[in-house]
């Protein structure tokens, strides 16, 4: 399993991007992927990095539709290959779940 940290948002539409955001979002829970937002990013579960590089691929071309001038993306991946590593295993061995 991968997990990656996530976060797009267009720097060229103002200083409210919101909209921009929100429909990043609504792709990215449209994948059927495990996913969760916080304020700042999105963690995602993916099975394989060209599944999760489609859903990155989706949220660009959605905010291009959009009007969005200039993307930023940030991303971050761990792909263990030693243990099945998920979203709530690396919770848990924190103490969060």
């Known amino acids: 399993m991968i997990i990656a940290n996530f976060a ?35 963690v995602i579960e993916a099975p394989d990095l060209a599944t999760l590089f489609k859903v990155i691929e989706k949220a660009h071309e959605a905010m291009v539709k959009m009007g969005a001038r200039r993307i930023h993306i940030d991303l971050n991946v761990d792909h263990r290959l030693d243990t099945d590593a998920t979203i709530d295993t690396k919770l848990k061995s924190i103490g969060k779940r």
Do not use: C, Q, R, W
């Open 8 to 42: 797009i948002f267009p720097t060229s539409e103002g200083v409210s991007v919101s909209k921009y955001v929100k429909e990043a979002i609504h792709v990215i829970d449209g994948s059927g992927l495990k996913n969760e937002t916080g304020g700042m990013s999105t």
